[in-house]
């Protein structure tokens, strides 16, 4: 019972991420039509957002010290954050401690930017071409976004560590009953996987209670008929694109603790995510999160040491073989709606 509350966990994690990056993918695809492959390099440059704050706020001035010497007995130098200067030293050790979250209000303007930019300076070229174009084209951004992230921060992956305060482990063992030490969890990996549950039930809510968002539904409905009505739907749409970029790029910021950032972790997510897409069926909000969720619990199971010791490997492919069994008997996938890419 142990093992398997903790895969559940596990599973809930890399749910999350699966399910952040599929929900923004499945974002674009119905309001605009395209197939974006470089999404996955929005999750990695909302996780570079976080690497960037953290270096500014760590940037500093050098001082000397009288009170300290180094080893030839000189007054010692000392670098000291800007920070430091600006709110106090107190504070200002907070504000870097705090740099990972901080980071969200830095990455929302900046996603918002970019898939802007994105979106009015290539993708609206594509909307009327094949999916096949799409997928070129967008595949091709996404390098081209890798090898300038990877040309600024280099190829090594870059630690950036949550707030001293989610440093530790929750004990779910002592907290559900259980023996204690049973059940360690991390705290960022809770903290990860409510915020994705806040970031997931907001984009619902948005497009569900606000007037934005039915005209938006309206428009993934009947694209022409809105505009008839003297709607311009191609702004909306447009800030849509803005808003899945920042999404995409708020799974990155949150992810840096449990993963350090590095320039190919938007194509690593990217592959299974598509997946995810898939398996949810291609349009389906509920479904991309109801998928996403479900294959990161199956992964975290079949990477169990019980389970590899009967079949070894199993957790690598183990999300393409569900996918095979699933559009086998569902071709639309688990939510699919009709006419959904079948022309």
């Given at each position: 019972?142990?093992?398997?509350?903790?895969?559940?966990?596990?599973?809930?994690?890399?749910?999350?991420?699966?399910?952040?990056?599929?929900?923004?993918?499945?974002?674009?695809?119905?309001?605009?039509?395209?197939?974006?492959?470089?999404?996955?390099?929005?999750?990695?440059?909302?996780?570079?957002?976080?690497?960037?704050?953290?270096?500014?706020?760590?940037?500093?001035?050098?001082?000397?010290?009288?009170?300290?010497?180094?080893?030839?007995?000189?007054?010692?130098?000392?670098?000291?954050p800007y920070v430091?200067?600006?709110?106090?030293?107190?504070?200002?050790?907070?504000?870097?401690?705090?740099?990972?979250?901080?980071?969200?209000?830095?990455?929302?303007?900046?996603?918002?930017?970019?898939?802007?930019?994105?979106?009015?300076?290539?993708?609206?070229?594509?909307?009327?071409?094949?999916?096949?174009?799409?997928?070129?084209?967008?595949?091709?951004?996404?390098?081209?976004?890798?090898?300038?992230?990877?040309?600024?921060?280099?190829?090594?992956?870059?630690?950036?560590?949550?707030?001293?305060?989610?440093?530790?482990?929750?004990?779910?063992?002592?907290?559900?009953?259980?023996?204690?030490?049973?059940?360690?969890?991390?705290?960022?990996?809770?903290?990860?996987?409510?915020?994705?549950?806040?970031?997931?039930?907001?984009?619902?809510?948005?497009?569900?209670?606000?007037?934005?968002?039915?005209?938006?539904?309206?428009?993934?409905?009947?694209?022409?008929?809105?505009?008839?009505?003297?709607?311009?739907?191609?702004?909306?749409?447009?800030?849509?694109?803005?808003?899945?970029?920042?999404?995409?790029?708020?799974?990155?910021?949150?992810?840096?603790?449990?993963?350090?950032?590095?320039?190919?972790?938007?194509?690593?997510?990217?592959?299974?995510?598509?997946?995810?897409?898939?398996?949810?069926?291609?349009?389906?909000?509920?479904?991309?999160?109801?998928?996403?969720?479900?294959?990161?619990?199956?992964?975290?199971?079949?990477?169990?040491?019980?389970?590899?010791?009967i079949l070894p490997g199993?957790?690598?492919?183990?999300?393409?073989?569900?996918?095979?069994?699933?559009?086998?008997?569902?071709?639309?996938?688990?939510?699919?709606?009709?006419?959904?890419?079948?022309?």
């Open positions: 019972m142990e093992a398997i509350i903790l895969q559940i966990l596990n599973g809930l994690d890399k749910g999350s991420a699966y399910a952040l990056i599929a929900l923004g993918l499945t974002l674009i695809f119905g309001t605009l039509g395209v197939v974006n492959f470089a999404h996955g390099a929005l999750f990695m440059i909302g996780a570079f957002c976080a690497v960037t704050l953290s270096r500014i706020l760590t940037l500093s001035h050098t001082i000397i010290d009288e009170t300290k010497t180094d080893f030839l007995g000189n007054p010692a130098k000392v670098e000291v430091h200067d600006i709110f106090g030293v107190a504070t200002g050790d907070a504000i870097i401690d705090w740099a990972v979250p901080l980071s969200i209000l830095f990455a929302v303007p900046v996603m918002m930017a970019v898939g802007y930019i994105m979106e009015r300076g290539l993708i609206k070229h594509f909307y009327t071409r094949p999916h096949a174009d799409q997928i070129l084209v967008t595949f091709g951004l996404a390098i081209v976004l890798q090898e300038v992230i990877k040309y600024f921060y280099g190829a090594n992956p870059i630690p950036t560590p949550a707030p001293q305060a989610f440093t530790g482990s929750f004990d779910f063992g002592a907290a559900l009953g259980f023996d204690p030490n049973l059940i360690i969890y991390p705290y960022w990996r809770i903290i990860y996987f409510v915020f994705a549950a806040v970031i997931i039930g907001a984009v619902f809510a948005f497009l569900q209670y606000t007037t934005f968002g039915m005209v938006v539904r309206a428009g993934m409905a009947d694209r022409e008929t809105v505009g008839l009505l003297g709607i311009n739907i191609d702004r909306r749409f447009t800030i849509m694109f803005g808003l899945a970029a920042a999404v995409a790029g708020l799974a990155g910021v949150m992810y840096t603790p449990i993963n350090s950032p590095n320039y190919h972790m938007g194509m690593d997510f990217l592959v299974l995510s598509f997946v995810v897409v898939v398996v949810g069926g291609m349009g389906s909000l509920p479904g991309a999160v109801l998928a996403g969720f479900m294959l990161g619990i199956l992964e975290s199971f079949a990477s169990m040491r019980e389970v590899l010791e199993l957790n690598q492919i183990i999300i393409y073989l569900v996918a095979i069994i699933i559009l086998l008997t569902r071709p639309r996938g688990l939510m699919g709606r009709k006419g959904v890419m079948e022309d």
